[in-house]
């Protein structure tokens, strides 16, 4: 099982959790699996063509998952995927 | 009857060698130790290009470290050629120096002869005093003050993030601090934004600062832009700062500082926060990724809590804060590692840091092109998002 992290703005779609965790060899079943459980969150990570959404990067440990083999890349028992999407408060 | 001192000198100068100060001109950069003997308040006025410092009052316990080899030649100097003449005696008669040379007429008469001179930038007591922690650290030292007193150092904000950066930057001694923010203080802000305070409720906040700043540090200019930094003035407001510090709440005005700092190479020391968590990063232009390399597009509305007011713990923009001001001295210091290409995401109910790569794109629409080539019109440029934004309210 993979852990991954969940990052505020999509807590809500989550049930609140920050940190879930999902089966699946590699970074798109993994997310797809988050998708099943979490309807909500499909359309929030995933675009309609199937890929990931341009603004929502997502990293296997501490590695952007673009510069892997994207949805493809396969991820190990205890690895971390963490979700991040862009952040603009300063205030 | 034991001589004058004035006659002792008078026979101390018919046993060692004197030279004029043309010789000496010469000899600059031709192996001589130049050394300077006077007191230090003389030195900090201006001396010879080159030469090294040791008071006659330390001489003795000093020399062998600024003047190792005993056989070498070593010129020493005064204001008139006195005490030089004193210090030449006790090289050459206690310490044993080979080659030692008094200047005749000393330091005056360089002068007067219209020779170069080096005025060494120097801290007054007071500063030497205030930044007497720095001084301690070989990190910072004298050299690190000076390029923070030299530094001109943007403040995008002095909100949450940019309260206690602008306070440490200022403490720090920047010597220059620009603040851009067109709003006033208001009572809500006041959990966090601590260059403020309860009696300047309704003041511009370009102005509360600026008074919070001046009690803390007299030595920091503040340059003050109370208005909203957009496309029409950006270049002007952050063109000759050093670094920038993005504390800034939208993502239109990012993307816009981000293409503008590219094409003036201007590094950003970016952060981010919301409820318990906190982002940042440095974006250097060419040495890093940019803004656009990390998130090519914004989120949509409803993943953009920006777009609207949310919670945020008062402390994490000061931590947030504090980490940016971290940065920018290091930028400014050129020490230790820069964030650069690298993101940290810190968790303030788990007490998590988490760091993440980040990747310039080869692709970038802004980074991957030369400088020059990115036009005013391009500044900032997203398909419909303002108005995306504004849907979401």
């Not at chain 1, 309807?39 to 341009?54: E, H, I, K």
């Not at chain 2, 029409?232 to 239109?252: A, C, Q």
Request: proline share 6%; with cysteine.
């Amino acid at each position: 099982m993979a852990t991954i992290r969940i990052p505020p703005v999509l807590r809500p779609s989550v049930g609140g959790e920050k940190e879930l965790t999902a089966s699946g060899s590699s970074v798109g079943e993994i997310l797809r699996s988050v998708a099943d459980a979490h309807p909500d969150t499909q359309s929030q990570l995933f675009a309609s063509d199937g890929g990931l959404n341009r603004y929502v990067n997502v990293y296997l440990n501490d590695e952007d998952v673009r510069v892997l083999d994207g949805l493809d890349t396969s991820v190990g028992e205890g690895d971390t995927l963490v979700i991040l999407p862009a952040m603009a408060g300063g205030r | 009857m034991s001589p004058s001192g004035a006659e002792v000198l008078r026979q101390i100068k018919t046993r060692i060698d004197e030279i004029d100060p043309a010789a000496v001109r010469e000899q600059v950069g031709n192996g001589a130790v130049i050394v300077d003997v006077r007191e230090p308040e003389e030195w900090g006025a201006g001396h010879i290009p080159g030469a090294v410092h040791v008071p006659k009052s330390y001489l003795e316990s000093r020399i062998e470290g600024a003047v190792p080899d005993r056989s070498g030649d070593v010129v020493l100097y005064c204001a008139s050629g006195n005490r030089s003449a004193w210090a030449a005696r006790t090289l050459i008669e206690d310490l044993g120096y080979e080659h030692v040379e008094s200047m005749t007429g000393g330091f005056t008469l360089w002068k007067d002869r219209g020779y170069e001179v080096e005025t060494p930038r120097t801290l007054t007591a007071e500063q030497r005093e205030r930044y007497s922690r720095h001084l301690l650290l070989p990190e910072v030292g004298l050299d690190g003050q000076q390029k923070l007193l030299d530094a001109r150092v943007l403040l995008l904000g002095a909100g949450g993030l940019g309260s206690p950066a602008a306070l440490y930057l200022a403490a720090a001694g920047v010597g220059t601090l620009g603040i851009v923010d067109n709003d006033e203080v208001d009572l809500s802000n006041l959990q966090r934004q601590v260059i403020h305070s309860s009696e300047r409720i309704g003041v511009s906040k370009v102005d509360s600062a600026e008074q919070t700043i001046n009690a803390l540090n007299p030595d920091v200019n503040v340059e003050k832009y109370p208005v909203r930094l957009g496309a029409d003035n950006i270049v002007e407001i952050i063109s000759g700062y050093d670094v920038i510090v993005d504390g800034l709440d939208n993502f239109p005005t990012r993307y816009l500082l981000n293409d503008a700092s590219v094409r003036l190479g201007i590094p950003v020391v970016s952060a981010a926060i919301l409820g318990f968590e906190g982002q940042l990063s440095v974006f250097k232009p060419y040495d890093g990724p940019c803004y656009r390399c990390l998130f090519p597009v914004p989120p949509p509305a409803e993943l953009a809590p920006s777009c609207g007011a949310n919670g945020v713990l008062g402390v994490l923009p000061g931590t947030m804060g504090l980490l940016q001001a971290t940065e920018v001295i290091k930028l400014i210091l050129g020490e230790g590692e820069p964030l650069i290409g690298r993101l940290l995401m810190y968790d303030a109910l788990s007490a998590r840091v988490t760091e993440v790569k980040v990747r310039r794109d080869p692709d970038c629409p802004i980074c991957s092109r030369e400088p020059e080539s990115i036009a005013d019109e391009e500044l900032g440029v997203f398909p419909d998002y303002e108005a995306f934004c504004a849907g979401a309210h």
